[in-house]
């Protein structure tokens, strides 16, 4: 017998499965793409998210034991000066919200600053489990340091803090072995064969979105939602992707189809054109537009929701 037949210990394959949303939280440049990286690792590769108008992009998703993690992007919150940015920073919580875990990335070096000070006033409303990471290790004395989880626990009760290098991967394991612990007992919700596409699925569809918002937001209602059906490598190097485009009424589908197919034909066209600067291949997409009713009761769905704006 092989070792790759030898049956894995009883206590493994019994282990009962555990599946969460991780919400990664910080400001811009304090290293959350690194540290996402660091924990999905190479298995899942991802071009650089930029689509600020994001509430659950998936990031990536990571397995650790029985534990499947899924990484969820928060656009960059900052000190919101004008109305889209309010509503980024609103759809930024929103996300948080929904996730199981809250884990703030913190720049050792930039320390509290006002926009991480923000932030931190911020987290004092979101109820799920918080965890505390500061990154950048490496550009700062221990002493500054501890200070800087002192101060930053003191503002906000964090469950644990992590002092780690996203660069070179110091303390990542150690975050990522807590992180499988506190996620929900569940089943997995990526099948394994499906992980490695999922991200770019789920940045694709939050592209269309995006451009379905810029065109519409006017007269369509938030709740619609975009799914990415297919994503296929084709021979001659570009990629077909197909996506359908779910609103709740008839009505809506026709907004949204515009008149002799103008509207969808203009979102199909900006979406396309995004997305193959973003990876860098041609793409063909392909939209269609459904009408399904009470989507939005549906948890799964829910996951999907749109962008807030917030009230007044
Ligand atoms: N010295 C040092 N630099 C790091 C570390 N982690 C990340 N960086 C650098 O910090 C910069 C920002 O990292 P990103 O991962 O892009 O930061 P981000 O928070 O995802 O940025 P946004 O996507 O703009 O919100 C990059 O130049 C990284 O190389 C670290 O542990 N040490």
């Given at each position: 017998m092989t070792d790759s037949e030898t049956p894995p210990a009883a206590d493994e394959a019994d282990r009962p499965t555990r599946c969460g949303f991780v919400a990664v939280i910080g400001a811009?440049?304090?290293g959350k793409s690194t540290l996402v990286n660091a924990l999905v690792g190479s298995k899942v590769t991802i071009v650089s998210p930029k689509v600020q108008t994001t509430r659950t992009l998936v990031r990536g998703i990571a397995v650790f034991g029985a534990s499947q993690l899924i990484f969820v992007d928060t656009p960059g919150?900052?000190?919101?000066?004008?109305r889209l940015e309010r509503a980024m920073v609103t759809t930024a919580w929103s996300g948080t919200k929904d996730a199981d875990l809250a884990v703030l990335v913190i720049d050792a070096k930039r320390g509290l600053d006002e926009e991480t000070s923000a932030i931190l006033d911020k987290l004092k409303e979101v109820r799920q489990p918080k965890t505390l990471v500061i990154n950048k290790?490496?550009?700062?004395a221990k002493p500054a340091l501890l200070a800087l989880a002192q101060a930053a626990n003191d503002r906000v009760p964090f469950t644990d803090t992590f002092m780690i290098s996203a660069m070179s991967g110091s303390g990542v394991p150690d975050l990522a072995e807590t992180l499988a612990t506190k996620v929900p007992l569940g089943p997995w919700l990526y099948p394994e064969d499906q992980m490695s596409d999922a991200p770019m699925r789920s940045l694709a569809a939050e592209i269309t979105r995006e451009k379905l918002f810029l065109k519409l937001h006017q007269e369509l209602p938030y709740r619609s939602t975009v799914e990415t059906d297919s994503w296929t490598e084709q021979q001659d190097g570009s990629v077909r992707i197909e996506q359908t485009i779910f609103v709740e009424r008839e009505s809506q589908r026709k907004i949204v189809l515009g008149k002799g197919g103008h509207t969808i034909k203009s979102i199909g066209t900006d979406s396309r054109e995004e997305l193959a600067k973003l990876i860098d291949q041609k793409v063909h997409l392909f939209l269609f537009v459904k009408v399904r009713e009470n989507w939005s009761d549906d948890p799964e769905r829910y996951r999907e929701m749109g962008l807030e704006f917030p009230k007044g």
């Amino acid at each position: 017998m092989t070792d790759s037949e030898t049956p894995p210990a009883a206590d493994e394959a019994d282990r009962p499965t555990r599946c969460g949303f991780v919400a990664v939280i910080g400001a811009p440049n304090v290293g959350k793409s690194t540290l996402v990286n660091a924990l999905v690792g190479s298995k899942v590769t991802i071009v650089s998210p930029k689509v600020q108008t994001t509430r659950t992009l998936v990031r990536g998703i990571a397995v650790f034991g029985a534990s499947q993690l899924i990484f969820v992007d928060t656009p960059g919150i900052f000190l919101p000066r004008r109305r889209l940015e309010r509503a980024m920073v609103t759809t930024a919580w929103s996300g948080t919200k929904d996730a199981d875990l809250a884990v703030l990335v913190i720049d050792a070096k930039r320390g509290l600053d006002e926009e991480t000070s923000a932030i931190l006033d911020k987290l004092k409303e979101v109820r799920q489990p918080k965890t505390l990471v500061i990154n950048k290790v490496d550009l700062v004395a221990k002493p500054a340091l501890l200070a800087l989880a002192q101060a930053a626990n003191d503002r906000v009760p964090f469950t644990d803090t992590f002092m780690i290098s996203a660069m070179s991967g110091s303390g990542v394991p150690d975050l990522a072995e807590t992180l499988a612990t506190k996620v929900p007992l569940g089943p997995w919700l990526y099948p394994e064969d499906q992980m490695s596409d999922a991200p770019m699925r789920s940045l694709a569809a939050e592209i269309t979105r995006e451009k379905l918002f810029l065109k519409l937001h006017q007269e369509l209602p938030y709740r619609s939602t975009v799914e990415t059906d297919s994503w296929t490598e084709q021979q001659d190097g570009s990629v077909r992707i197909e996506q359908t485009i779910f609103v709740e009424r008839e009505s809506q589908r026709k907004i949204v189809l515009g008149k002799g197919g103008h509207t969808i034909k203009s979102i199909g066209t900006d979406s396309r054109e995004e997305l193959a600067k973003l990876i860098d291949q041609k793409v063909h997409l392909f939209l269609f537009v459904k009408v399904r009713e009470n989507w939005s009761d549906d948890p799964e769905r829910y996951r999907e929701m749109g962008l807030e704006f917030p009230k007044g």
